[in-house]
Structures are given as C-alpha cells and as structure tokens.
C-alpha cells in the first residue's frame, strides 16, 4: 500500500460510515439521531430496538457487504478480460444464479434454499463457461469473452421460459429477485467475511495486477505467472459474485459503474482501485437500498432498478467531462 | 570461459507446416549484440518469444546462465531476459511513469512497494527515450513512435542481462531510431547482450556484432557481422537482387530493382 493512497481511502471510509448512518436512520419509520444512540447504548424503546437491530442493522449491513463484493468481482473481471466493460456477470454467472434461484422458487423453497440453489447455479455457470472456454486452445480473453456472452443468452432464454409458464401470484418474487432485493437480506455475516478475506487475500497482488493489465505477454515477460494468476482471478471474481447474488439476487450495475467511477476520480493503481471500489460499492448500494425503502413507503423498490436509476446519469456527466475512460 | 548467458540445445521452433529437420545449438554470450535478419513470415517473432521462455518450442531446450531455463523462477527469468512486443497492448490507462515502473516487477516482493530508487531508475529511463516531459500523462494519448519509446524505458527500468527486441526501430522516426540503437549498443558495451529483429541490414551491420540469418524454410545460420554479411547469402535470404556501395568505409546493400 502506497502512502498517498491513504487520504483517498480514509476519505472513503468515512463517506461509508455516513452512508451506513443514513440507511439505519432512515426507512418507512424515520429514527431520530438520537433514539439510534438510545439503542445503540442499550436502551430505548423494545419497538426502537427491534426495528433497528433486528430488521434495519442487517439489511444495511448485507447492502454495504453486496455493494463492495459486486465492485471487486468487477474490478477483477475487468483485469481479467482486458475488457473496461466487463461486469460481474459478463460471463453468465447472473444467468445461472437466476435459472436455479427460479426453479427454488417454483420448488416451493425458502429463502436458504433460493440462496442456496442461486450460489450452486453461478458456480455451475463459471465452470461451464471455464470448460466451454478452455476447449482444445488457449483461452483468451476474447475467446472467454464470447463464450460468457453466449452462455448467458441460453440462461436468458431460459428465465424467460420459466417467467411466462409461472403462475401470476409467484411473478414479483422473481421479477424482484432478477432485478436485485435485498428485502431477504439479514444474514450479512458470510458476505462480510467473503469480503474482507478476499480484500486481505488480494492486496499483495495490487502490483501484479497493474502489470496483468498490460497484457499477459508483457506481464510474463516481467515475471508474472499468468495461468496460475488469471486462474486465481477467475475463480476469485465468480465466488465474490456468487456470494453476492446468493445476498441480494442479481443487482446490475453496481460491478460496472463503480471501478469506472474510481478510475476517472482517483486513477489507475489497482492497490487503491480494489480496496476504494469495495468501499464504494458498499456506500452504493446502502443508499440505493435506502432509497429503495423510502422513495415509496411502505412500499419498496428493488435496489437494482435504483442503482442503475442512479448510476446510469451520474456516469454519463462523469464520463462526458473526463477525457479518456 | 564463463557459460554462455543463453544457449539453445537442439532447438526446433513450433511453427506450424514448418518441416524438423534442422535442430539449433546457438550461445549467446554477454557483450554480443545480435540481429536477427529473415524474410516475413520467417519466424523472427517465433524465435524472440521461444528464447524469452514465452512459447515452448516444439522440441530441444534453452539453457540460462548455465541452468535449464523453466528451472529459474519466473521472475529470476525476469531479471535475466527482458522483451521488448512488436504490439502493446493499451486497454487500460495508466500514467506513463507508472509503466516504466513495472520494470521493476521481477526486482520486488509482492508486498513491497516501488522505493525511491525504483522511481529514480524509472524517471532516468525515461529521461534517456526523450520522455521526462509526458511523464503525468496517460499512456492512451501517446503518438505510436512515443507508446514505443516508452516500451523501451519500460525495458531499461527492468535492466534485463539480455535485451530481446522485436523491431525495436518500428515507429520511430530517423532520429529515434538512431538514438534507440546505440542506446542498445552502450548497454552492450557495458556487459549486457541484445538481440533483436531488424528488417534494415544496414542499421544491422551497423549496430550489431553478431548476424543470425532465418530463412523460410526453417534453415538458419549465424555468425559474427564480418563473416556473415555475403551478398549471395543475403540475397537468398529476401528472394531479393541486392547491390552494395561504400560509405565512409562502410558496405551498404540496396535492393536492386526487378525488371519483368
């Protein structure tokens, strides 16, 4: 870690710290400041502390753990293919996630077995994709590339199979899930600890990455074990990705818009790029999911529509006054 | 007599139709510098990559300061062989002194960071490619003949033993291309060795100590400047009519124009 990379980074834990203040002080029910410290410090009322703790606290935190997954899985992605339009779910993880998740649905199960069916389905989709890629030759970015897209047409196609023979009343469930929902999100202790490892894991290779970007050839000529390394990302990315859409279902978005944002705003080094992109990632998606809470209480939005609600014109004015992506 | 820094045993390159029948054993020793003259499609690049240890070769092996190449580390190979692409690959943007310092990769650990050295190397690195004033800038908006120089500081940063550059003059204007040149010739001079690919037999003859010349056909032959530089051979070697005159002492070929 670089020391001038470490303003930029407490800059950023403090925007997250805010963002997490607001999505717990904020909701259906709005929580004065001062009864959030109330609970916090072990009194108020039984109501105030049920809904902070129990229903607030854990969907706040599950949006900021999925948030920073789906950044870093993106980061990776974007590395991996030498592609800046890469995604999480370039390479049909979404789609896989989404049939099995569908088809737990219609089985009837509940939300550990949606989660669970979703997490087996991205990682059926990875190694498909992996084998399919890998064939009789090498596999080059454009090579894995084609195959995820391709890949992810037939899981398309096979969603919207499920969708149109479903019954009517089972509809917003699946629609709300594809599109990214973090009303199931309480459990925020595994994509926590999937985050900070894979942080952890992956600062060391801050450098290495910055050379992979300049393409294998160079990277292995400056001693760079390629195969070894893509297959690390590889593998790294689609389990961040599968444990964020066991989370959240498929929020789009997020993974794409938030290593651009970091690129144009605070540079190219992957050593400051991983860790400011998880952070935010996290500060995205905690607030879409307020926003999501409160925009029509007491109804709620999926968080997808409001990431790309939200990033998709803040991007555009960003891109539009920077002179090179 | 030391062991030569890279030596191929029976080497046969992968290039595919390419027949088996003629296996090289070649050394390169420190303080040579050698061109690597053929027609296209000869499989110049093939050669520069198989002796970089980036493509295997279809039979034989490469020896690195004494030791089998694959039994050194891959950076250790780093600090040994350095490359410069005929094609560079810019994706991504990054600053361009932050590319030169890539250089210094195969030098530190993965938790170390770039020292104060390391930046010093890199900024007189690009001081010596004419690229001290384009130093903040993305690498995106550089001009061709600029994007290659800095692939050479990249190079220097690194200060592989053996330098293999493919077309290293390619963009580079007259001036440049002088300048790369005998940029490589002082660092041979002080104990490195470099080979590189040249499509100019007179910037080869001029430049370099050492000739290997690769026909079509998988044949090869190699040898100092002075015994290789035979017209008949040459001629061979591009299906090409040659003719030579003198300049200040020195033989200069010129394609002869092929009359139908």
């Known amino acids: 870690m670089l020391a001038q990379h470490w303003p930029h980074l407490l800059l950023l834990l403090l925007i997250a710290l805010v963002s997490l203040i607001t999505g717990l002080l904020l909701g259906s029910v709005s929580l004065p400041p001062a009864s959030v410290l109330a609970v916090l410090t072990g009194e108020g009322t039984s109501l105030e502390q049920t809904l902070l ?77 992996f084998a399919v890629a890998r064939g009789s030759g090498s596999w080059a970015p454009t090579r894995l590339l084609l195959t995820g897209v391709v890949l992810a047409a037939g899981w398309g196609a096979l969603i919207s199979f499920i969708l149109s023979t479903s019954d009517t009343h089972q509809l917003p469930g699946m629609l709300y899930w594809l599109m990214g929902d973090l009303a199931q999100a309480d459990r925020p202790l595994l994509p926590w600890l999937v985050l900070l490892l894979a942080l952890a894991f992956l600062m060391p290779l801050g450098r290495t990455l910055n050379v992979l970007a ?112 | 007599m030391s062991p030569p820094l890279l030596e191929t045993r029976d080497l046969l390159l992968d290039i595919p139709g390419r027949p088996t029948s003629s296996r090289w054993n070649w050394q390169i020793r420190a303080g040579q510098s050698w061109a690597i003259l053929g027609p296209n499609g000869a499989g110049k690049t093939t050669l520069l990559m198989t002796l970089a240890g980036l493509r295997k070769p279809r039979s034989g092996s490469l020896q690195l300061d004494g030791r089998a190449l694959e039994k050194h580390s891959s950076s250790a190979r780093a600090r040994y062989l350095g490359v410069l692409f005929q094609q560079h690959q810019d994706d991504f943007p990054a600053r361009v002194l932050d590319t030169a310092l890539m250089g210094r990769h195969p030098y530190l ?16 690195a690009l001081q010596r490619m004419d690229l001290e004033d384009l130093q903040e800038r993305n690498l995106q908006t550089l001009s061709g003949g600029e994007r290659q120089r800095l692939a050479l500081a990249t ?81 061979k070697l591009y299906q090409q009519p040659l003719m030579t005159t003198q300049v200040e002492g020195q033989t200069l070929f010129f394609p002869r124009s092929v009359r139908k």
Not at chain 1, 67 to 84: C, D, F, V, Y
Request: a negative charge; hydrophobic letters at 50%.
């Open chain 1, 53 to 129: 703790l129990e229903l607030r606290l854990p969907r706040v935190a599950s949006a900021f753990a999925t948030g920073g997954l789906l950044a870093t899985a993106g980061a990776l992605m974007q590395i991996l293919l030498r592609n800046p339009l890469a995604d999480p779910y370039v390479l049909g993880l979404s789609g896989g996630a989404g049939v099995a998740a569908l088809l737990a649905m219609l089985a009837g199960l509940g939300s550990l077995g949606i989660s669970s069916a979703a997490f087996a389905g991205a990682l059926i989709s990875t190694l498909l994709v």
């Open chain 1, 214 to 325: 300049r393409g294998s050839l160079q990277a292995a000529a400056l001693g760079v074990s390629v195969v070894r390394m893509e297959g690390l990302i590889y593998v790294l990315a689609a389990l961040l990705t599968a444990v964020a859409v066991t989370v959240a279902g498929t929020v789009g978005f997020v993974g794409l818009l938030v290593p651009h944002l970091v690129r144009l705003l605070l540079g190219y080094d992957q050593r400051l790029l991983l860790p400011a992109s998880a952070l935010g990632g996290g500060c995205l998606l905690v607030l879409a999911d307020t926003l999501a809470r409160t925009l029509m209480a007491p109804e709620q939005l999926p968080v997808g529509v409001i990431t790309a609600l939200l990033g998709v014109p803040f991007f555009l004015l960003l891109l539009y006054r920077s002179k090179h992506l």
């Open chain 2, 109 to 124: 650990r993965s938790w170390q960071t770039e020292s104060r050295e390391d930046q010093e190397l890199a900024r007189r």
């Open chain 2, 155 to 235: 190079l220097l940063t690194q200060d592989p033993q053996l330098l293999l550059l493919d077309e290293p003059t390619n963009h580079l204007d007259l001036h440049h291309q002088m300048a790369v040149l005998a940029l490589v010739e002082e660092e041979v001079s002080q104990g490195k060795s470099a080979l590189m690919t040249l499509h100019d037999i007179n910037l080869a003859v001029r430049f370099c100590s050492h000739l290997f010349l690769l026909y079509p056909d998988g044949q090869a032959c190699w040898g100092t400047r002075e015994e290789m530089l035979e017209l008949k051979a040459l001629e």
